[in-house]
């Protein structure tokens, strides 16, 4: 079914400037706060990290997906992939906390693996109530995104591990609904004549790399599983966001309600662009997985510059023949 056109103010050029503009602004709010660990962690957040999300208003959308169903899907995947990457650790945990995961698809899944699990559920504020070295494992799953201070919040976790404690988390990152994003940047520009944030920014795999290795962890691991989710329609996939909890919850997000014409020209201009030949449409759901260790001596660590034994140069040289 292709939807009817609606009447829109004809800016094709107003539309470039803005999804040019949008996606600069987009990657410099992704970026800003992660320049680095606070010095006093919690007691510090709230002068250095840029509030960007509505945490009351997060835990609201939360309780109000419960209400009409939650969409799980994603969330499922997740909690059955943490516990295969748990599998494969050859260790056990005594102390674990599970950090402000939604749902309880995680604590199902880790049934059986630990005697039992401290749920620690979202709240308005970032500082966790954890003593330090009080954890062996801190587990989270798809509640980082909505962190004004990840890098205090890494700090914390680190501080409340003992040694040789683990981090485990997985976090919505990347291009996570790029495709929303840039339809519905295209359809404000050209009916509203501007563009509000619709999409929160989501950070990369190189920074959140890098944020966990600042945070103090050893050995920090970072990988992502790009899940491709295809839709009816635009629509559709709203529906499920909203089901999930994870509808806007941007302090700059617009009060107003989305005009009629507007909504209707973001759907169109998605099938347009990001739809399969069967006329389904595409969403891209990047989960960055993020690892680390609290530091101990029995910990591998790398050889200091200029210790090694044997030239790579001459070895190779060896190999090549003559």
Request: glycine fraction near 6%.
């Amino acid at each position: 079914m292709v939807v009817p056109r609606p009447p829109c103010k004809q800016a094709s050029a107003a539309v470039a400037a803005a999804q040019a503009a949008s996606t600069g602004c987009v990657r410099r709010i992704a970026r800003s706060g992660a320049t680095g660990v606070p010095s006093r962690m919690a007691e510090s957040r709230e002068n250095t990290a840029p509030i960007l999300f509505d945490r009351a208003l997060l835990r609201a959308r939360q309780r109000r997906a419960l209400h009409v169903g939650p969409a799980t899907f994603l969330l499922d995947r997740v909690a059955r992939d943490m516990a295969e990457r748990l599998h494969a650790v050859l260790r056990d945990f005594a102390d674990v906390a599970d950090i402000w995961t939604p749902g309880e698809a995680l604590q199902e899944a880790a049934r059986g693996r630990f005697r039992s699990i401290t749920r620690i559920g979202p709240d308005n504020s970032e500082a966790l109530p954890l003593q330090p070295e009080s954890l062996d494992l801190a587990v989270s799953a798809l509640a980082f995104q909505f962190v004004n201070d990840l890098p205090g919040v890494l700090a914390q976790i680190r501080r409340a591990l003992r040694p040789d404690g683990l981090l485990l988390a997985a976090m919505i990152g990347g291009d996570t609904l790029t495709e929303l994003r840039q339809s519905f940047a295209a359809a404000e520009a050209e009916c509203d004549g501007g563009v509000s944030p619709r999409v929160a920014p989501f950070a990369d795999l190189r920074d959140i790399g890098a944020l966990v290795q600042r945070a103090g962890f050893a050995l920090p691991v970072t990988d992502v599983d790009r899940v491709m989710v295809r839709y009816d329609s635009a629509l559709a996939l709203m529906m499920d966001l909203r089901r999930m909890g994870a509808t806007n919850i941007l302090l700059d997000r617009r009060r107003t309600p989305t005009r009629r014409a507007t909504l209707l020209r973001m759907a169109q201009i998605y099938g347009e662009r990001f739809a399969d030949p069967d006329g389904r449409i595409r969403a891209t759901f990047d989960v960055i997985w993020l690892s680390g260790w609290a530091p101990h001596d029995s910990q591998q660590k790398p050889l200091k510059p200029g210790s090694a034994k044997a030239s790579l140069a001459e070895a190779v040289r060896k190999l090549t023949p003559e």
